[in-house]
Structures are given as structure tokens and as C-alpha cells.
């Protein structure tokens, strides 16, 4: 079975700065999906930015960027001039790409405080 | 618009009280899911349904059923509920066609059981 693992429950940065959110995952397919998602005090879940397994060019969205390491298993979130708005919990998800696909495994999340 | 739509949004309910949390949406998607969130542990699977009269148990099952009569539709259904079901709950679906498919959530549902 996959599992994705954050190993920072919380975090903090200050506005206008940078900081990266670290994910692991476990897994003996080549074909999936990651993603990262953040839920901000609404609950709502929103999704942040994917990766899927097969591109070697790490995903970005504005100020949103992955860095995808499929040997070492790792998808990390970088966040670019950290603005008050990013402030949420975020979850790291995996999907297969293949006959397990009618699920997301998340991680237990990382929840991000962003300082003035 | 497209969306998913759960409810009710928050409810508190007693131990052994039947309830049922409606999910339904709009945009025609085959695949359907339940999840729980619960502080430290993220969000886990309740059940799936992969079509009409198609469901099977996810992680987490135990004390929960399903039903699909509808493409649209997917209750949650908690017949004996106990304290341990107090949770977020999230509905989800997606299109099952090949390559990437987004996932729409659901607004989530507070359940509180006393």
C-alpha cells in the first residue's frame, strides 16, 4: 500500500519570505500522480499544484513550485513571497496512475503560519 | 457551475441516532468517494463508488454504508453513530477517464457525536 508521510506538522514563515514544505512517499508504481493540497481555515480543500510521475520537469503555479525527486520518493513545496493568504493546513496526496486510482492517500499535513 | 454539495453542513447528533450526509453532483463523474479528516492523522477513505450499484470500503469503513442508485448521488449513511465518527467529512468525485482527472471536494460536514 502507498503512504505519503509529512514529517512537519507545523511551520511558520514571515511575509514576503520562503519556505518549503517537505513530503515522502512509498510507493512500487511508476505511474501516479502527487499533489498538493491546501485548506484554509473554510475547510475547503483546494487544489495547489500536481506532478505526475512521468515528467521529470518539476511542476510551478505562480508563486507555487515542486521540487519531485521520484528516486528519493520526496515532493517538496516551495512557496515564494509568502503572502498572509497562504496561511492554511497543507496535505501532500499521492493517486496511482494505474487500477488503484479511485483514491488519494494524503499525509497528515502541515499546517503553515504565515508572520506580518 | 460545477460542483460537489454535502449536507448538512455541521451537525450534532447523539450516540445511536440513525443519520444520513447527502452528497450530489453535476458534473456527470463515475467516481465517487468519502473521506474523514481527523486532527493528526489527515484524510482517509471511507468508501468508493466507481458507478451506479459499484461500491466497495475504503481505509477506514468500519460503522459507515454507502449507496449508489444514482450516477449523482452517494449518502453516507451512519446507522449506530458513537463518539469515535466525530469527524470532518468530505465527498469527492471525479471523471474515471484516462490520464489525469481533477478531483472536486465537497464543502466538508462537522459531525459531532455525544
Known amino acids: 500500500a502507498q503512504t505519503v508521510t509529512q514529517s512537519q506538522p507545523e511551520m511558520s514563515v514571515q511575509e514576503a519570505e520562503t519556505v518549503t514544505l517537505s513530503c515522502t512517499y512509498d510507493?512500487?508504481?511508476?505511474?501516479?500522480?502527487l499533489f498538493w493540497y491546501k485548506q484554509p481555515p473554510s475547510r475547503q480543500m483546494i487544489l495547489v499544484i500536481r506532478q505526475e510521475a512521468y515528467k521529470q520537469q518539476n511542476a510551478t503555479e505562480n508563486r507555487f513550485s515542486v521540487n519531485f525527486q521520484k528516486a528519493a520518493k520526496s515532493f517538496s513545496l516551495k512557496i515564494s513571497d509568502s503572502q498572509l493568504g497562504d496561511a492554511a493546513m497543507y496535505f501532500c496526496a499521492y493517486r496511482s496512475g494505474g487500477g488503484s486510482n479511485y483514491k488519494l492517500t494524503f499525509g497528515k499535513g502541515t499546517l503553515l503560519t504565515v508572520n506580518p | 457551475e460545477a460542483q460537489v454539495t454535502q449536507n448538512p453542513r455541521y451537525l450534532i447528533t447523539v450516540t445511536g441516532k440513525k443519520l444520513t450526509v447527502t452528497c450530489s453532483q453535476n458534473?456527470?463523474?463515475?467516481?465517487m468517494s468519502w473521506y474523514r479528516q481527523d486532527p493528526g492523522l489527515g484524510l482517509r477513505q471511507i468508501y468508493y463508488?466507481?458507478?451506479?450499484?459499484?461500491?466497495d470500503k475504503g481505509d477506514v469503513p468500519e460503522g459507515y454504508k454507502v449507496s449508489r442508485k444514482e450516477k449523482r448521488n452517494f449518502p453516507l449513511i451512519l446507522e449506530s453513530p458513537s463518539p469515535n465518527q466525530t469527524s470532518l467529512y468530505f465527498c469527492?468525485?471525479?471523471?474515471?477517464?484516462?490520464?489525469?482527472?481533477?478531483?472536486?471536494f465537497g464543502p466538508g460536514t462537522r459531525l459531532t457525536v455525544l
Open positions: 463508488s466507481m458507478n451506479v450499484e459499484v461500491t
Open positions: 458534473m456527470n463523474h463515475e467516481y
Open positions: 510507493t512500487s508504481e511508476s505511474d501516479y500522480y
Open positions: 469527492a468525485s471525479r471523471s474515471s477517464g484516462a490520464g489525469y482527472n481533477e478531483q472536486f
